[in-house]
């Protein structure tokens, strides 16, 4: 459904992928160039399918968000480093594999990014939240922070910011710039449904972030939704409108 103009914009994205080696650049790795990934799991676009349904009721919608949220955990993670350990099973010692004191935490960008945290909490169970709060300003259009609380240890952690629509990038720009500033360095993006504006400006403005996402969608429309999208997610999770 792409139309042909946007068609030449993920084009470009795609010819911008192709030239990262997979794996050249772990999440958020200082110096690399990161990698924007669309996660494409059966059981990932067969929930997805749901959400972007206008008939999908707002429980629904709430469990699909948190269940999609979770399923990608497993791409985001991917990278994480192991340490091999030993324990005794019922009928002997033998080796076995224990994550490296890697420590992660998850921002979500208020409001819609809460309804991806406690589908990335059960996976992560020992992972710290943080939070960031952001409005448009209606002169600038640009985003104003009006709330942000990280984990005071933010520097040691892989971060992961999580928002469900990559619309225009601003906002979620916006976060990894505050997260930087507060000494965050691996940082990731995650994000339901990407438009090709939005992976082009935090690509531009912060080049070494992972963008993990479910579907990379045609377009912005002239209200900055994304086409085809799935509406506002914030309303659709919270029942508002
Ligand atoms: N935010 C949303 O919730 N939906 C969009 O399509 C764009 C931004």
């Known amino acids: 459904f792409l139309e042909d103009r946007y068609r030449v914009r ?22 690399g160039l990161g990698r924007v990934l669309v996660i494409d799991h059966p059981l990932i676009q067969h929930k997805l399918g749901l959400v972007r349904d206008k008939n999908t009721s707002v429980k629904d919608f709430r469990e699909l968000v948190q269940e ?9 993670t991917r990278s994480l480093s192991l340490e091999e350990i030993e324990v005794h099973t019922p009928l002997g010692p033998t080796k076995a594999f ?17 309804g991806m945290v406690e589908g990335i ?3 992560i169970p020992n992972a710290k939240v943080g939070h960031i709060g952001l409005y448009r300003d209606p002169h600038t259009l640009e985003p104003v922070e ?6 005071g240890d933010i520097e040691d952690r892989d971060i992961y910011v999580v928002d469900p629509m990559l619309a225009t990038g601003g906002s979620a720009a916006a976060a990894i710039e505050l997260v930087k500033r507060q000494g965050g360095k691996r940082i990731s993006l ?11 400006r935090v690509r531009g403005q912060h080049p070494e972030v992972d963008i993990f996402t479910a579907a990379l969608d045609s377009h912005l429309n ?3 939704y994304i086409v085809p999208g799935l509406g506002d997610a914030g309303d659709r999770l919270f ?3």
Do not use: N
């Not at 993920?10 to 110096?31: C, F, H, M, N, T």
């Not at 995650?190 to 438009?195: D, K």
């Open 121 to 123: 909490l059960r996976l």
């Open 222 to 224: 002239d209200h900055g």
């Open 239 to 241: 029942g508002t409108k």
């Open 68 to 76: 999609i949220a979770g399923l990608m955990v497993y791409e985001v």
């Open 190 to 200: 995650v994000s339901l449904i990407a438009a090709p504006e939005g992976v082009e």
């Open 146 to 151: 009006y709330y942000c609380k990280l984990p």
């Open 10 to 31: 993920l084009q470009k994205i795609q010819d911008y992928e192709s030239r990262v080696s997979p794996g050249a650049a772990g999440p958020g790795k200082a110096g």
């Open 98 to 114: 224990s994550l490296s004191g890697k420590k992660m935490a998850v921002v979500p960008v208020l409001r819609a990014g809460l």
